[in-house]
């Protein structure tokens, strides 16, 4: 029902800011909540932020709060992470998920995009 594609990814220095995009086709965006996830090479995937259908309320994971920012435009159908002061343990793919109750857990996401690589230098 929903497809999402990720865009933005990219090399950075330290410190430095990067901002991810996810598109979405399909039906009924505006119904679903979206969220960030990151993987890391030989580590599990890991949440980093999540937003509400009605984009009213958000939610991070305590090692990025204060540093990204999550947003969407429906009218767009696309969500955004802005990412500020990146460190080089952010390095990871980042992928961005949709689903109807949201949250922090993987299993409450339906719809995944393929992922887009950042990697940040130091």
């Known amino acids: 029902q929903v497809q999402l594609v990720e865009s933005g990814g990219g090399l950075v220095q330290a410190g430095g800011s990067l901002r991810l995009s996810c598109a979405a086709s399909?039906?009924?965006?505006?119904?679903?909540?979206m969220g960030w996830f990151r993987q890391a090479p030989g580590k599990e995937r890991e949440f980093v932020a999540t937003?509400?259908?009605?984009?009213?309320?958000?939610h991070y994971a305590d090692s990025v709060k204060g540093r990204f920012t999550i947003s969407r435009d429906n009218a767009k159908n696309t969500v955004y992470l802005q990412m500020n002061s990146l460190k080089p343990e952010d390095t990871a793919v980042y992928y961005c998920?949709?689903?109807?109750?949201?949250?922090?857990?993987?299993?409450?996401?339906?719809?995944w995009g393929q992922g887009t690589q950042v990697t940040v230098s130091s």
């Open positions: 998920a949709a689903g109807i109750t949201g949250g922090q857990d993987l299993t409450s996401y339906r719809y």
């Open positions: 399909g039906r009924s965006f505006s119904s679903y909540a």
């Open positions: 937003i509400a259908w009605s984009g009213g309320s958000t």
